[in-house]
Each structure stands twice: as C-alpha cells, then as structure tokens.
C-alpha cells in the first residue's frame, strides 16, 4: 500500500496536468492572469486563526486569489509573495501572515522601475514608506502608524529641492518644540567656579613702621 501511495505522490508531483495539486502539496500556488504570473505561499496557519471584521484578507480557492473584509473560504496566503510582469520583469514582493500583508513590500513598474516600498504590520501600513517617479527618483518618504501618516513627510520637488511637513494621526500638525533645562539636566553646570587667587612665590609682605 505505501509503495502505491509513494507512485501516486510523484505522479502528481511530475505530471503537468496535475501541476495546479502539485503546488497544493508543497504550500505553493502559481496562479497565471493575463499579463501576469503570481506565486504565492499557503502554508496551513498553526491554531484557530481569528479575523478582524475591518480587515482585507488575502486566499486562494478554485485557482484564483480573492480579498474580502473580515473572513475568508479557503487557504489563506501564509508567505512570500511574488508577481510578475509578462515579461518575467518584477511586479511585486512581500510576505503575507494569515492572509494579511507584513512586512516590507516593493512594487516595481513594467520597465523594472521601482515606484513603492512600504512596511505592513498585520494588514495595515505602519512604518516607513517611500515613493518614486517613473525614472526611479525618490518623491516622497515618510511613516506611518495604524495606516495613517505620522510624522515628518519629505516631498521632493527637484535634486536640490525637498519640502518636509508634519503629520499626527493622518492630520497635519505643528511639531511641538521640546525647551531644555540645562541647568536641571547637568546641575551645577553653569555654576561659576570660585577661582582662589594665589600669591605670586618670592613675593615678600611689606612690614610698615
């Protein structure tokens, strides 16, 4: 029986026509739209996995992916994720964790230009960013914190030319300025030292009569 097992495994692991079972076997999909080739990871999530009803998540059922908010009917994408463009160039790479985007994610034009890095955390922007033109060059950095922007954004209107403005919680936002206390942080600092005056050697004290 195990011997039967064994040649029905490497038929489907050989087989093109079992390609699609295959790549199920090994926690790997390929999954061929027109005009791209995506290859994506579904191994099984270890323990009950629990979704949020506000999040978008990421599954592959039937031979296609699907996004829907809140839940899923199928195998979730659980790791590197790749596309790519008719001509093999990069589209896009990252990882997925339970069907939601983690980590670093570049995105990349047709002529193999990058466009966009941004840093997920469990299906939400958080973290750096940075966006480019069509030529490479950089037009915009900055962070984000629970999807929305936080912190200073940099626009850069030329080489030599860059704008900054500040962000809190999505809305601009005046940074506020932080007054030190010198003289609390390093007591004592600007303290005056008192200076003893010695007397010059060799000098004698006139006695007066």
Partial sequence: ???FFLIFLFSLLVLPGYSQYSDIIINKVTINNPGETISASVKP???RVRTDPDKQYTWYSAGKLHVTQGGFSGKL???PYSSWYEDKNLKEKGE???G??????NTWAEN?????TVTWWAGVRDGKFSEYDSTGKLLKKGSYRNGLLHGDLWTYVSKDSSTVSYYRNGKPAVKKKIK???KKLVPGFLKKKDVKKDKPKGEKRKIEL
């Fill in 100 to 105: 939601l985007r983690q980590g670093t994610w």
């Fill in 77 to 79: 994408l659980n790791g």
């Fill in 180 to 182: 030190l206390n010198v």
């Fill in 45 to 47: 999530q270890k323990g």
């Fill in 112 to 116: 193999g230009v990058l466009r966009e």
């Fill in 96 to 98: 997925f964790r339970g």
């Fill in 1 to 3: 029986m195990k011997p």
